[in-house]
């Protein structure tokens, strides 16, 4: 049976037995930022990912400064491991690992299974917020690793020549029945459908029942029946790049495929980009 290629994964079981344990920080980043005060793992803190992870006034992410910023008032020092969890599947959790790993900073892993795991596993949950120390020796970014995110320029060009995308949208977004996920406003600034020859490989797959990962011979199975064997460079995408960066984590670092971006541009950029192709159904 195949591993996963990196150590980037903690279990409930093992998390629950060093909780406190010095230079181990656990973060709960969830799309439903309320989720926290209702219930978190013991000595968690919480990251709002608008708030945090974002600029305020355009659509880009904080830059290593602002990143740098985060981890301090985190309380995350030189050599601490960021362990990071959410609710569905991990789904921001996963979206905050890969902004971490694109902005330089390397000690991060996902609890997988993240809540839903947790809670299952029948583990305590606390409702005392938690505010950190800052940190006293601030960890240090290493250079910024622009090889895992995919620009527009880049990403029109890769349709162009017939490049693998990966869309982790559900099979109505893909098909353009739908926008954005049901629950969510249906934005009318894009024309629906995807990007020509991507395959539709919805995120949530790549989770069992439990919302931990699948193993990597069924990962493994998952993305080659569709054509995705990490033999060409993958882009993935969705709305807004959140969704896509679990299938990132999966394709980059549990099967260890060398040329994986995340599009976090997405189908809220595409699919408004005047002359660029698009297929429906």
């Not at 980059?252 to 599009?263: A, C, F, M, S, T």
């Amino acid at each position: 049976m195949a591993e996963y290629v990196k150590d980037v994964l903690v279990e409930t079981e093992e998390l629950q037995g060093r909780l406190g344990e010095p230079g181990l920080k656990v973060v709960e980043i969830d799309e439903d930022t309320t989720l926290y005060h209702k219930g978190h793992i013991p000595g968690a803190i919480s990251w709002d990912w608008a708030k945090d992870l974002h600029e305020p006034l355009r659509r880009e992410f904080v830059d290593q400064k602002g990143l740098q910023d985060l981890l301090n008032r985190s309380g995350i020092n030189e050599g601490d491991t960021a362990v990071l969890y959410a609710g569905n599947n991990n789904w921001f959790a996963a979206y905050a690992y890969w902004l971490l790993k694109y902005r330089g900073f390397d000690n991060v892993k996902l609890l997988n299974g993240g809540r839903k795991k947790w809670e299952l596993d029948g583990r305590e949950l606390s409702s005392e917020a938690v505010t950190p120390e800052p940190a006293t020796n601030p960890a240090k970014l290493v250079p910024e690793r622009p090889e895992l995110r995919a620009f527009r320029e880049e990403v029109i060009a890769a349709a162009g020549a017939g490049g693998k995308f990966v869309d982790v949208r559900s099979p109505e977004e893909f098909r353009g029945e739908l926008l954005a996920p049901p629950h969510l406003p249906q934005e009318q600034a894009q024309v629906p459908g995807h990007i020509p020859g991507a395959s539709n490989i919805t995120w949530a797959k790549a989770a069992r029942e439990d919302g931990t990962f699948k193993s990597a011979d069924e990962l493994t199975k998952l993305y080659s029946e569709e054509g995705i064997t990490g033999e060409e460079p993958i882009i993935a995408y969705c709305r807004i790049g959140e969704r896509s960066s679990h299938s990132w984590f999966v394709l980059q670092e549990l099967l260890g495929y060398p040329d994986v971006k995340n599009y976090d541009g997405s189908w809220t950029e595409y699919g408004s980009l005047v002359g660029v192709g698009v297929e429906k159904g």
